[in-house]
């Protein structure tokens, strides 16, 4: 049976030992140890730490970069860049006690988001040799694979290995019979899987802790906590906000985006790194370092869903008591008002009669309720009206892996 070796410096180290392999099918040897893969002992040692990069790649992109769109890095920096954008616009034209409310809650929230940006390129880094070196898990791989090579390298020079090679090849011309050739090449091979195994051993020393140090919690405040805030006059520009409105849906869908490619990031296959112990280690800490940062996005999304169900639910009753003096309408939408809804729309609750004070009609109630559904399941854009029917609210980040991959990520909080 052939094997395909993915690693180039492994494929160089079966280049080394080709006499060695073609001695061993001398012998008809197959298996040494009992455990080789296949049909040649060398070959079946290699493989032991044999990885592929191609198979990383998909992860790779999919994470990408400030720069790019269609990258969870791309999409949720744009994304915190229209919100943002968003708000500002909102604050041109929305003054009073509830818009200051809204003020000191959005910083929190798009500071929150920020601070996933950098260690998200610092994964990216990681996990990319391109950017990040030797200090990066291919980079890493490489050099582990690299010692084997030049083991291997080693073991075909050995003065022991070659002359077990020419009594098997060349019987008797060096004197040393088939019976001492054949224990040289059986040592020659144990030798190479003492290699193997001491650079597998590795990865956990040198490979993993690359990983480990984003398996952390980066610190998110909590929006709700933000400090009372200075009372002034009422003012609401309505002219404006539909456009206000749909600009902060866009930037939503942006992270929702983003979030929906974690998910890709997070779906390394198996085997990537290897078969060893140590390889499924090196992937389920990368997964996991994964399930941080999505969990940590996902409260950025509901936190920025609360943003915008709180403006556009203080607009809506705007539009329903407008006709009242500014100061009847400045006392009716306060700060208090302001921070029950932020609450609410953050929560995935729409606040019913039994909370008190003054709720939506309920038309208006049920449409906000499906504009954030529609926006939170990735399948509407922000732009004009959301589907028909609300769909139905996905689970936790991350969302489910491919087939491949059995298991998963662990839930938000889990």
Known sequence: MAIELHDANLQKARAELARLSQALAALQITQVGGDAVGLDPVTGTLAW???????????????????????????????????????????????????NVFRAYSNVVLDNCRKIVPELDAMRRTISEADGGEDSVPGGMKERTKAVWKAAAAIADDPQTRRGIDAVLHRGENGTSLADGRLLLLDAIIQLKDRVTAQIERIDDDVTPLVSR????????????????PKSGFEIRLSEARKVATAMRMGIADMVRAKRLLDQVWAVPNWTFGTSANATTLLKTWQKAVTYRANELHRCIKWVEGMYGGMSATFHLYSIIEFQTNEAVGRILNADLERQKLHDYSQERIPTTSDGGLVLPPHLNSYLKEEIAALHSGKWDGVGNPPRIPPNLPEDLPMGPPAANKGGPPKPGG
Request: net charge negative.
């Open 49 to 99: 730490i044999d990885w592929d990069e191609a198979r990383l790649r998909p992860s790779v992109e999919a994470l990408g970069a400030a720069q790019r769109s269609g990258t969870a890095i791309g999409e949720f920096t744009t994304g915190i860049e229209v919100v943002e954008s968003a708000r500002d616009s909102a604050m041109d034209m929305w003054k009073g006690d509830a818009a």
């Open 214 to 229: 984003h398996v952390r919690v980066i610190e998110q405040r909590n929006p709700e906590q933000t400090p009372t805030q």
